[in-house]
């Protein structure tokens, strides 16, 4: 089977996991308690106007009937050439578009997801390298504890001992916020002002941004890369002990070319394939990152929105971690394949 | 058998598994460590009761936010508080919490995962795809939004949190069932005869415990930080009862104005909780691990 | 925060290297916000954009305010749909009333012109007459006159039933509002359905804010908060417009203010400060954190009472004080037992010990209320101090007769909610259930809900005792008296003189009267007891040293046109 | 100087359950076009000898004793990078599985062509693909097929690209671990004929590892004998197989079926391999040898030359003298 | 002797796991014909080897014989009643007279079952044994695997044993039942060379006692001269030559099994051999050449050869051949 038709498939095995996260979120956020009608008025309000508030958010209508409206506003594509998101209903608390809402989170998650990662990857695969390769020394048992450690940490404690360092003490980084408000935002390209910045040539902006981001993700970043440790060491261990490493090894090759090249690249692939799987745990981990950073991000938006009962908004907000989480699953399984000559059959 | 018998022979089981741990060298130690920080913590939290100078919910024991002195060896929080005593009692909630949960999620993700990977077929494949799906959500998003919905409370904490984690032990069950299906010791067994559910409960299932075990120490681990983050965000239990999640919370509002105690010491508390079975977890996962062995 | 100069000067050419000078000057004088490294900056567009960049913080660190704040506009700034705190006080920024109460005015009842310079009216107070000022006008040019008056109004009353919980739906100006009539170009008549002395207090408050036609039409109300139609910059006449107004999924991320030239005062040198900025952060925690490290001016809105005593004694910030009107209360589901039982709960009532919640959950920062009218208002009164604090004699005896004791305990749930929509509310409570307990004669269940199911169960009217909180739409006791009996607090009470008394109390401006029957009001609470006030808070805020010209007062209004920051 | 000269080593496994002494004090010397036969059961450290010689005992091994001296220097005590030029360009090893020594995400050409550039730096990339397609062609594998993976290939191709490998620098010395086991008879016997055949045309000496005595005795010169870390018998092929003197490799020789004897009758050594963490005092064959002495249950039997070099560690025959 | 197993036109096919995509469109499913049509029968008291080189079906055809596999086509006859299709209890009740050993001892016993119990289990499945009166059966039984004393082995854990005395271990579990017919898959191929001997004797010790048949099964012909009465030679899943071993071995007739024979090292240093050379690589089992299947290697093949597929006939008596050019 050819690399093409292998992504094919893949890229239809997930419709029917995507249905399945789409209805499975459309039920829960129906069954959770709070009528986000009788929600909505702070002080009161008559049957009639609980009534009107009622149709206004499509609440009259059979459950089939919404469910339907759902599905079809994530794939009704004419509307999102219209407005640049997809059509996710409106929010019952604000009566915005669910979908513009998300779309305009979505970048801080994501820029905050990104970084966090490139740390935690970094991190994660450098001292798991290091740690294999000098395996059962007191570098490696250092390393080993740290990534303990560094994963028994809750997220908020470790944001805030930074904020505290950093910001208070020190004054070198803010404490919160994704960009100082005396400072024009980028111009929204991609949505990510590092790049927004960078793509305008605002080399001030993108400091600035970078200064923003370097709390929030070092935080994330580190919590997670005691389990990158791990996998990496482990991976590696496993990697390091394969015939062929030892072969390469023994033809004399060098030993980077034997722990990048040959080692590493190969334990690069479940590790891969584990990131994936932890980008759930990290889209997990923003949400507090986000509160105690006041990221304006897609996580924040969920525990504000649960609030108000806010289904809409949950409903959507779930459904694009949900996306974005197969999405990476794809794109990481479409990448092991690449990197993986073995799967082309 | 008598209960003390039992419990002898339990022990008399245990012990000998304890120290040959010690002799597997670095990992061994690890999780050695882990067992020792939990054992301590675990008595802490059964013996507090008597040893708690006091009542560790009372008010205004003390003056408000006292730093650490002889009298209250923890300080106080903002509300007067006696910190030793809600750091020695507040292991409970937290431990309450994460064994809850990992208890549900064993008692449905096991079986569940036997069942599946045994059967096959259809049944497998939609019960794989459902727990994917799950397993696509940031956990905490499901915590959150199951804690909201199901209100505060250890039990409701305890089944937000297991069903974040269902779909790991489902997981691993699943895909070492599909494996130890395949040795040759099950095909053995089915050449003797044996009928499916002995074959599924004596030869495949004491195989798949290690593997459990590694993802119910790492489940406590997560629960324990994910009842934490839980509180944080306003869905943990009330306030009456000792819990270092409150503590946590409180102490993160109180340290910006100086008041360090309040945070560290549950902080302390929590970081060991989930350090002893991340040690644990390390420590085993490494042990079991078959690659790792020659 | 340094300067790292990494390379040369001499290798620039000599136009370049003046303006890297520059750079560099300005870096190091306002070394506060830049970090600027030569070898970063590649091109002399690059350059260029950096000093400007630069050049225009020097000018926002002397004319801009930048506040910190926890708040969120919920979701619109048109007046007629508006019912938040915050939008109310950006609003409050840039649309103007007829009428404002005075800044520092104690009770709140100290009226001063707007955009109507005088105003009398009838004996028996049902109509209302102002005549506006002249020479004002909105942004687009528009000259303001009395069909602004006229159209804003109407306008309001006739999207009430489109707008199910907009403002003025929650104030009532379709039921106390019969029509309003251009008398003139600049004279307005407000024709009331019954004699309603607060009106001037309603005028103030920002629901009644005029709107320009030209951009706030009545048809087609959409309830986006970025639609311009709803809340465009333009519409009003402050002394602020909106410059910018950035949301992200429903929260602000950045709300600028700047000065509006056509302001009516602007000859006055209003406002004092050209820009104002507004920094949002998800806690209190942050905030406070944002305050001491010199990232906003001014931090207000929730920060916690524990911090700001600690930041009271810190050189680089200075606390404001001020009065405050938010109050909670404890309500009784006075439906089914124990607490259709008025006995049980005057027992409870008296058992409760306020002082302590003010001095340990609030540190002193709020005071014990015994009536539901706050301190400093007209018809406040100590009413509820009659049951005293943890007078458990009291409790006890009451008890007694209603059948409990040490054995047969009161036993009852206390609900709080979890969210964080009031301040301590899970503190206060076990507080309270600590009080309640040392009578020897109740027993308190803690139970919590986050706000959206707490107020589910408050409809559901499933919780025996809970505690709710209010701040006022006007400053007047009419927007308190009546939570005595509320209807959607869904305490199942109602007691018909109280509501008789409380419909003579609005129809006079006869102060002493209306103090009397309001105190009439109370005592029938104390004796009822269907709703106990808790306490009421103080107001406070934390501003860098040099800032002036806050007034905390009463009306809970931040006016940011006020403000300066001082040599 | 012979090419490879191996004295009184001694390796060592320090595992956390205790010290494996996997190779003890094994002397042997190989010259120019010699091929050796190493033959142990499992675990008898046949591999870790092997590896010895290039000095990549896995970890937790380490090297204890002894000297390994490859053209008279002792790669025991070589610093690491110097060892580089020892491994692939002088000594080159296959390894027994072909299924898992070759990388799988690597192209055979990167293959080849890393191992030639690393150890020849002036050739060009396409030059040293030009060369590794001769080698390939000379296996008896297409050119064309340099551009698959691993996975493309079959065992017996993989082992051959293996040996490809080992050969393509012409070395001195190729030690090949048991490079037949994974695969079936009839291409175990073209791997074998064909590293004769490349022995035969390059003159390089042949370390053969295998735990199959018969093939030792039908590809080798030499024989070596190991046993739990113990060398027990070195001889000559022929010689060892006239005359057998270890009890243990009698008993072996016995009990190998042979298809052309008609009517065979197999005998068995009682017992089995000693535990290495545990090992018996004495000579560590003792408890299954069928002419066990007093002395062999207490002392370790010394190594014994019995003439036309030939040696046994064997208490029988310690007339004759120790071998220093 | 009469034939205590017979196995007709036995063939199972392998459907190729393929994707969903592929599944979708492929045109025709395609298979691995592990075992493609074998006819032969063993009689009772025998040793009857199947040997052949890795994956030519031997093993697929001795978990089809014994009821692990369903067979795609064809009978498998047990004391003349035809057992191919027996399900639940009476499949349960054959087992106890069908046994198999494995080869590979690390994985055939159970890690977490002690010694007694990865033995004596089989008793408790059939309900017929349970605590003490198992644990003297299977103390009996591994004194006859020559586990002795058996009681120092009973409390012990797979891991605490060595290859050799697991493979005894597997082997007592097998004749517990006290079997008529024992599958013996490569019992010796991971075994030391040292061990192998041992074990081979036992098992034809146990032959004697027990009165066992066995189905070996193998690849190391010199093994299966040894120890066997009648030999079958495999190749991609056919038979292609089958005799008694005196005849196979001094007139291999087809010409795999003469490159087999040829390519097999004999201990003797002194002894060289012509090698027979056999061109091109194996077929894998999914593309099996059109005609005869091993012509794409044999060195005399014609025309003929890869078009018509050879039948197996009796070129000798009790020899059978599946060749074109070897006739009676
Ligand atoms: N990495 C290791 N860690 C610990 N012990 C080891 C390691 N490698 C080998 N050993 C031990 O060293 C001894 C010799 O092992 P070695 O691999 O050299 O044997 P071998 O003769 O090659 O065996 P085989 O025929 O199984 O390949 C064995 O007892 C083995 O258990
Ligand atoms: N369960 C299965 N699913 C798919 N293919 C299988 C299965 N079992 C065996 N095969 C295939 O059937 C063919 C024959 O396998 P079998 O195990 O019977 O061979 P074998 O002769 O025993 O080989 P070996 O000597 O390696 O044990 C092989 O190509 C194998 O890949
Ligand atoms: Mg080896
Ligand atoms: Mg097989």
Redesign the pocket.
């Known amino acids: 089977m050819g690399l093409r038709s292998y992504i094919i498939t893949r890229i239809l095995l997930t419709i029917p996991t995507l249905l399945l996260l789409l209805s499975m979120v459309f039920l829960v956020m129906r069954v959770l308690p709070g009528d986000p009608v009788a929600l909505h008025f702070e002080k009161k309000a008559t049957p009639e106007q609980m009534e009107t508030m009622r149709r206004l958010l499509g609440l009259d209508k059979p459950l089939w009937t919404q469910y339907i409206d759902y599905l079809w506003g994530l794939v009704d594509f004419g509307y999102f050439l219209e407005h640049g998101y997809p059509n996710l209903g409106k929010s019952m608390q604000t009566y915005e578009e669910v979908g513009g809402q998300i779309f305009s989170a979505f970048p801080a998650t994501l820029e905050l997801a990104i970084y966090s990662m490139i740390i935690a990857s970094v991190i994660g695969i450098l001292l798991g390298v290091v740690s294999s390769k000098s395996y059962n020394s007191i570098l490696d048992h250092l390393i080993r504890g740290f990534g303990t450690v560094t994963y028994a940490i809750p997220i908020f404690l470790l944001g805030m001992i930074f904020q505290l360092i950093f910001g208070v003490y020190l004054r070198w980084l803010p404490t919160g916020l994704r960009l100082n408000p005396a400072v024009d935002p980028p111009a929204s390209i991609t949505g990510l002002y590092t790049i927004d910045s960078l793509l305008e040539g605002n080399l001030f902006k993108f400091f600035e941004s970078l200064k923003a981001l370097l709390l929030p993700s070092l935080t994330l970043g580190i919590i997670l890369s005691g389990m990158f440790i791990r996998m990496a060491r482990t991976n590696m261990l496993e990697t390091l002990r394969l015939d062929f490493v030892t072969a390469a090894k023994a033809r004399g090759l060098k030993e980077s070319t034997v722990t990048y090249g040959y080692a590493l690249r190969n334990a690069f692939l479940p590790i891969l394939t584990m990131m994936g799987l932890q980008f759930a745990i990290l889209l997990g981990g923003a949400i507090l990152t986000e509160t105690t950073f006041s990221w304006p991000g897609l996580g924040r938006y969920i525990v504000d929105r649960i609030n108000f009962r806010d289904y809409t908004a949950i409903q959507g907000a779930v459904v694009m971690f949900g996306l974005f989480v197969t999405l990476v699953s794809l794109v990481v399984d479409i990448l092991y394949a690449y990197f993986d000559p073995r799967i082309r059959l | 058998m008598s209960k003390v018998k039992i419990k002898q022979s339990i022990l008399a089981r245990l012990i000998p598994r304890l120290t040959s741990l010690t002799k597997k060298g670095p990992s061994g130690w690890m999780a050695i460590l882990g067992i020792i920080i939990l054992s301590a913590l675990v008595i802490m939290t059964v013996i507090a009761p008597w040893i708690r100078p006091h009542d560790p919910i009372k008010t205004g024991v003390g003056p408000i936010r006292a730093p650490p002195s002889s009298q209250f060896p923890m300080g106080t929080n903002h509300l007067g508080q006696d910190m030793l005593s809600r750091i020695l009692c507040g292991g409970s909630i937290m431990l309450q919490i994460s064994t809850l949960s990992v208890l549900v999620c064993f008692l449905i993700g096991v079986p569940l995962g036997l069942f599946s990977s045994y059967v096959g077929g259809i049944f497998d494949r939609a019960c794989s795809l459902v727990i994917d799906a799950i397993y696509a959500f940031p956990g905490l998003v499901i915590a959150i939004a199951i804690a909201a919905m199901l209100g505060p409370g250890v039990v409701n904490m305890a089944l937000s949190i297991a069903v974040v984690y269902i779909p790991s032990y489902f997981r691993i069950v699943r895909s070492q069932v599909l494996s130890i299906k395949e040795l040759t010791y099950v095909e053995a067994a089915r050449a003797s005869g044996a009928k499916w559910h002995t074959i599924v409960f004596r030869y495949i299932f004491p195989n798949v415990i290690p593997s459990i075990v590694v993802v119910a120490t790492i489940n406590f681990a997560d629960a324990v930080l994910t009842a934490a983050g839980l509180t944080f965000i306003g869905l943990g239990v009330t306030k009456d009862v000792p819990d270092w999640g409150w503590d946590l919370t409180d102490g993160r509002a109180l340290l910006s104005s100086g008041t360090w105690w309040v945070i560290t010491f549950p902080g302390i508390m929590i970081i060991l909780l989930a350090l002893g079975f991340t040690l644990i977890e390390e420590g085993l996962s490494e042990l079991l691990n078959p690659k790792l062995q020659r | 925060y340094t300067t790292t100069v990494v390379g040369n000067l001499s290798t620039l050419t000599s136009d370049v290297s003046t303006l890297t000078g520059n750079v560099l000057n300005l870096t190091s004088t306002i070394g506060d916000f830049t970090t600027i490294t030569l070898e970063a900056i590649v091109s002399l567009e690059a350059r260029l954009a950096a000093m400007e960049a630069a050049l225009a913080k020097v000018t926002l660190a002397k004319k801009t305010l930048v506040v910190g704040t926890t708040d969120s506009v919920e979701k619109t700034l048109d007046p007629a749909q508006a019912y938040d705190y915050f939008g109310w006080c950006i609003l409050q920024q840039i649309a103007g009333t007829l009428v404002s109460v005075k800044p520092g005015s104690e009770t709140g009842a100290d009226f001063v012109p707007e955009l109507a310079v005088s105003w009398n009216y009838s004996e028996d107070l049902d109509v209302w007459d102002f005549n506006l000022r002249q020479g004002v006008t909105f942004w687009d040019g528009t000259e303001f006159n009395a069909t602004h008056v006229k159209y804003s109004f109407d306008r309001a009353i006739a999207l009430i039933p489109s707008i199910p919980e907009g403002a003025p739906a929650g104030l009532g100006y379709d039921v106390i509002i019969n029509r309003t009539e251009v008398l003139d170009t600049y004279k307005v008549r407000f024709q009331l359905n019954f004699p309603f002395s607060p009106f001037l207090g309603i005028l103030a408050c920002r629901a009644s804010a005029i709107v320009n036609p030209n951009y706030a039409p009545i048809e087609e109300v959409e309830y986006t908060a970025g639609d311009p139609r709803a809340s465009t910059p333009v519409a009003f006449v402050g002394p602020y417009f909106l410059s910018e107004w950035k949301r992200v999924a429903g929260r602000d991320i950045e709300i600028k203010l700047d000065a509006n030239p056509f302001y009516w005062n602007a000859t006055g040198e209003y406002p004092k400060t050209e820009h104002v900025i507004f920094r949002f952060y998800s806690d209190p925690s942050t905030l406070r954190l944002a305050v001491e490290a010199g990232d906003v001016d001014i931090a207000f809105r929730h920060i916690s009472p524990t911090d700001v005593l600690d930041l009271e004694g810190k050189p680089n910030v200075k606390v404001w004080w001020g009065t405050g009107a938010f109050i909670q209360y404890l309500c009784f589901q006075t439906k089914r037992a124990p607490f259709n039982d008025r006995r049980v709960r005057v027992a409870v009532a008296a058992a409760l010990d306020r002082s302590t919640v003010c001095e340990t959950v609030f540190l002193g920062l709020s005071d014990p209320l015994y009536s539901i009218i706050p301190p400093g208002m007209l018809g406040h009164t100590e009413a509820f101090k009659k049951l005293g604090d943890a007078n458990y004699t009291l409790t006890r005896s009451l008890l007694a007769d209603a059948g409990y004791n040490e054995t047969n305990k009161l036993k009852f749930d206390l609900w709080y909610e979890s969210s964080g929509h009031y301040p301590m509310s899970a503190e206060q409570c076990l507080v309270y259930k600590e009080a309640l307990e040392a009578s020897g004669v109740i027993d308190v269940t803690l139970k919590s809900a986050d706000w959206a199911s707490y107020k589910k169960n408050r409809d559901d009217e499933i919780m025996d005792a809970y505690i709710y909180g209010w701040y006022p739409d006007y400053v007047d006791p009419d927007d308190y008296a009546f939570l005595y009996w509320a209807s959607w607090i869904h305490t199942n009470y109602y007691n018909a003189t109280q509501v008789a008394l409380y419909d003579q109390a609005r129809a006079t401006t006869n102060t002493t009267l209306r103090e009397e029957l309001y105190a009439q009001i109370d005592d029938i609470a104390v004796e009822q007891c269907s709703v106990v006030p808790l306490y009421v808070s103080s107001a406070w805020a934390v501003t860098r040293p040099d800032v002036y010209g806050i007034y905390l007062d009463i009306t809970q209004d931040m006016r940011y046109w006020l403000i300066y920051i001082g040599k | 100087m012979p090419l490879l000269k191996i004295g009184s080593l001694t390796v060592d496994y320090r595992t956390s359950r205790g010290t494996i002494r996997a190779v003890e004090d094994v002397s042997f010397s190989l010259e120019k076009g010699e091929t050796l036969g190493l033959v142990g059961e499992s675990g008898s450290g046949k591999s870790t000898l092997g590896l010895s010689v290039i000095r990549l005992v896995p970890y937790p091994g380490v090297i204890v004793k002894g000297h390994v001296k490859i053209d008279g220097k002792d790669i025991v005590r070589l610093p690491e990078h110097e060892l580089r030029f020892i491994r692939g360009r002088k000594v080159a090893y296959i390894f027994q599985d072909p299924m898992t020594s070759l990388n799988p995400i690597k192209k055979i050409s990167a293959h080849f062509a890393e191992l030639i550039r690393t150890h020849e730096p002036n050739v060009k990339e396409a030059k040293a693909l030009e060369r590794a397609k001769t080698v390939l062609k000379d296996l008896g594998i297409r050119p064309e097929r340099i551009n698959d993976y691993p996975h493309q290939f079959s065992g017996g191709m993989r082992q051959r690209i293996m040996i490809g490998l080992a050969t393509a620098l012409n070395p001195d010395l190729v030690i090949a671990d048991e490079p037949t086991t994974a695969l079936d008879v009839i291409v175990q016997a073209k791997i074998l004929d064909l590293l004769e055949s490349l022995r035969n045309a390059y003159g390089m000496a042949l370390i053969l590892i295998s735990h199959d005595l018969s093939i030792i005795l039908e590809r080798c010169d030499r024989v070596i004998i190991l046993y739990a870390g113990h060398m027990f018998e070195h001889a000559s092929s022929t010689e060892l197989h006239r005359n057998p003197r270890h009890p243990y490799t009698q008993g072996l020789l016995q009990s190998i079926p042979n298809i052309e004897l008609a009517d065979q009758k197999l005998a068995a050594i009682p017992g089995s391999p000693p535990n290495m963490l545990n090992l018996p005092r004495g000579c560590r064959f003792w408890p299954r040898c069928s002419y066990v002495m007093k002395i062999c249950r207490t002392k370790e039997p010394p190594l014994i030359d019995i003439g036309h070099n030939h040696f046994v560690r064997c208490f029988k025959y310690s007339r004759g003298r120790a071998k220093s | 002797m009469s034939e205590i197993v017979k196995v007709e036109h036995l063939k ?1 096919y ?4 393929k994707s969903f995509l592929e599944q979708l469109f492929a045109r025709k499913m395609s298979y ?1 014909k ?2 493609d049509d074998i006819t032969f029968s063993v009689k009772r008291g025998e040793i009857f080897t199947l040997a ?12 089809l014989i014994i009821r692990l ?1 369903e067979p795609t086509v064809g009978e498998i006859y047990f004391n003349g009643a035809d057992i191919t299709k027996l399900k639940g209890e009476k499949l349960r009740l054959l087992r106890r007279k069908m046994q198999i050993i494995f ?1 590979d001892p690390y994985a055939s016993l159970n890690p977490r079952m002690k010694i007694v119990d990865a033995v004596g289990h089989p008793l408790e499945i059939h309900d017929l044994a349970k605590g003490k009166e198992k644990k003297e059966i299977v103390l009996e039984v591994l004194e006859k695997v020559g586990l002795t004393p058996p009681e120092q082995f009973t409390n012990l854990h797979p891991h605490q044993l060595s290859g050799g005395q697991r493979q005894r271990v597997a082997l007592a579990r097998s004749i517990i039942f006290n079997p008529e017919f024992i599958v013996a ?2 019992p010796v191929s991971m075994i030391d060379v040292s061990l192998r001997t041992a074990l081979i004797d036992l098992m034809l010790n146990l032959r004697k006692d027990l009165g066992l048949t066995y189905l070996f ?1 193998t ?1 190391d012909l010199a093994v299966a001269k040894y120890i066997s009465d009648r030999i079958a030679i ?1 190749y991609l ?1 056919k038979i292609v030559e089958m005799s008694n071993k005196e005849s196979l071995f001094l007139n291999p007739m087809h010409p795999y099994t003469q490159a087999l024979l040829s390519a097999i090292p004999i201990p003797n240093p002194e002894r060289k051999r012509k090698r027979i050379e056999l061109t091109g690589e194996v077929p ?2 999914i593309n099996i050449p059109q005609g005869c299947r091993f012509h794409s290697r044999c060195p005399y093949k014609r025309d003929e050869c890869s078009k018509k597929e050879p039948r197996i006939t009796e070129v000798e008596k009790e020899h059978f051949v599946a060749c074109h050019f070897i006739k009676s």
């Open positions: 199972k392998f459907p190729v796991q691995v592990a075992v052949g080189e890795s994956g030519c079906g031997k093993t697929t055809t001795g978990r596999l080869q898959d490569e099964i690849h495999m899943g894998s089992a």
